[in-house]
Each structure stands twice: as structure tokens, then as C-alpha cells.
């Protein structure tokens, strides 16, 4: 079964930084595309950063220059590094697998951005 297990999170200050780990089991790690969301609190869930196999990658605007997703296959785990935080980056973030018609979610780890 596939597995993924979200880490890294905590409370940070504004400006500061954190990296998010999402490490994973199972088959699917190698040739799935990887994907952070988030869910602030009271707010649906949106994308933050996803990274292809290959190795491509896009953001969500509100993330875009601070963050960078990197992922290593030889680990089976992919990273989130966000600087600059936000209090607006507040959220619950998951991490998330897919390749055609399968699709897998972490339990998710809280950041919190305050000072």
C-alpha cells in the first residue's frame, strides 16, 4: 500500500523558513507526479507546488519565488523549502501522489507562520 508521511511542519516567525519532507512507500513514488497542497483554516484546500517525475515543476502564484519543490527519487521522499513565510502561509500542508488513475494523500502537517 502507498504510504506518505508529511514532516517538517511547526511554528515559525514571519520571514523565517522552514522545508516540508514527504517521504513515501509503496510503488507508485518513482513514476508519480508529487504535489504539496495546503488548507488554511476555515479555507478549501489549494495547490501549492507540484514536481513530475522528470523532474518539472510549477507553483501557486502566492508561493512562487519563496518556495522550491525538489524531490529524490533514490529516497522516495520530496521536499517542500518555503523562506519568506507568511502569516497568510498558515495552513495545514499535505502532500500528495498521483500517476493516471491513482491518487494518494499524506495526513498532513500544520504550519504555522506567527510571531
Known amino acids: 500500500q502507498v504510504q506518505l508521511v508529511e514532516s517538517g511542519g511547526g511554528l515559525v516567525q514571519p520571514g523565517g523558513s522552514l522545508r516540508l519532507s514527504c517521504a513515501a512507500s509503496?510503488?507508485?513514488?518513482?513514476?508519480?507526479?508529487m504535489g504539496w497542497y495546503r488548507q488554511p483554516p476555515g479555507k478549501q484546500r489549494e495547490l501549492v507546488a507540484t514536481?513530475?517525475?522528470?523532474?518539472?515543476?510549477n507553483y501557486a502564484d502566492s508561493v512562487k519565488g519563496r518556495s522550491t519543490i525538489s524531490r529524490d527519487n533514490a529516497k522516495n521522499t520530496v521536499y517542500l523549502q518555503m523562506n519568506s513565510l507568511k502569516p497568510e502561509d498558515t495552513a495545514v500542508y499535505y502532500c500528495?501522489?498521483?500517476?493516471?488513475?491513482?491518487?494518494?494523500w499524506g495526513q498532513g502537517t500544520q504550519v504555522t507562520v506567527s510571531s
Open positions: 500528495r501522489a498521483w500517476r493516471e488513475v491513482l491518487n494518494y
Open positions: 509503496g510503488y507508485i513514488f518513482s513514476i508519480a507526479t
Open positions: 514536481i513530475t517525475s522528470g523532474g518539472s515543476t
